[in-house]
T-cell receptor, first 116, second 110 residues
Framework: GAVVSQHPSWVICKSGTSVKIECRSL??????MFWYRQFPKQSLMLMAT?????????EQGVEKDKFLINHASLTLSTLTVTSAHPEDSSFYIC????????????FGPGTRLTVL | GQQVMQIPQYQHVQEGEDFTTYCNSS?????IQWYKQRPGGHPVFLIQ?????EVKKQKRLTFQFGEAKKNSSLHITATQTTDVGTYFC??????????FGKGTKLTVNP
């Protein structure tokens, strides 16, 4: 149980285009999902906390207009990188929390974004 | 804000040797979690420690949470090649978010 999927697993796009990444909890409902960014050989940096039915909470330094997050249902959160630039190239990983008093997070397989 | 420091950054061992990674938080934690990320993969939850002084074991892995709930360690006895990966600690304070350490990358020489 507690499987999280992410789509796409990798994407290459041109500078200036927008890219949408989906995060789904497959066998449980997640009121809270998290979006992380991981640079090569580095740790996970929390970008934002996504709550179902409400606005996402962004970490300091993360542009909310650039990284649009939508959590429209209990099993789906999306991250849209708008007007992507090469410096946005990274590994984006989502996670979902089981809730119900359990704190561990279950991570999706990640999306490798390359902006040319 | 809350910071989590983790050392060492890298550790290379011979198969059969022990391995330990240490984690320190700048603030008292409500819980600390450990994750393992294999090369090319995503973080996988290993364990959560909640109580002061708690010790938990998973086969060859021993996890400890300090008395002050600010530090933690992961010890692997007699490493195997399957232990290769990056081990992250992640601390949770008063909010729902996790703050990850930089991770310790473990390589094992067969």
């Amino acid at each position: 149980g507690a499987v999280v999927s992410q789509h796409p697993s990798w994407v290459i796009c041109k500078s200036g285009t927008s890219v949408k990444i989906e995060c789904r909890s497959l066998d449980f409902q997640a009121t809270t999902m998290f979006w992380y960014r991981q640079f090569p050989k580095q740790s996970l940096m929390l970008m934002a906390t996504s709550n179902e039915g409400s606005k996402a909470t962004y970490e300091q330094g993360v542009e909310k207009d650039k990284f649009l997050i939508n959590h429209a249902s209990l099993t789906l959160s999306t991250l849209t990188v708008t007007s992507a630039h090469p410096e946005d190239s990274s590994f984006y990983i989502c996670s979902a929390r089981l809730g119900g008093g359990r704190n561990e997070q279950f991570f999706g397989p990640g999306t490798r974004l390359t902006v040319l | 804000g809350q910071q989590v420091m983790q050392i060492p950054q890298y550790q290379h061992v011979q198969e059969g040797e022990d391995f330990t990674t240490y984690c320190n938080s700048s603030t008292t934690l409500s819980n600390i979690q450990w994750y393992k990320q294999r090369p090319g993969g995503h973080p996988v939850f290993l364990i959560q420690l909640v109580k002061s002084g708690e010790v938990k074991k998973q086969k060859r892995l021993t996890f400890q949470f300090g008395e002050a709930k600010k530090n933690s360690s992961l010890h692997i006895t007699a490493t195997q090649t399957t232990d290769v990966g990056t081990y992250f600690c992640a601390g949770q304070g008063g909010s729902e978010k996790l703050v990850f350490g930089k991770g310790t990358k473990l390589t094992v020489n067969p």
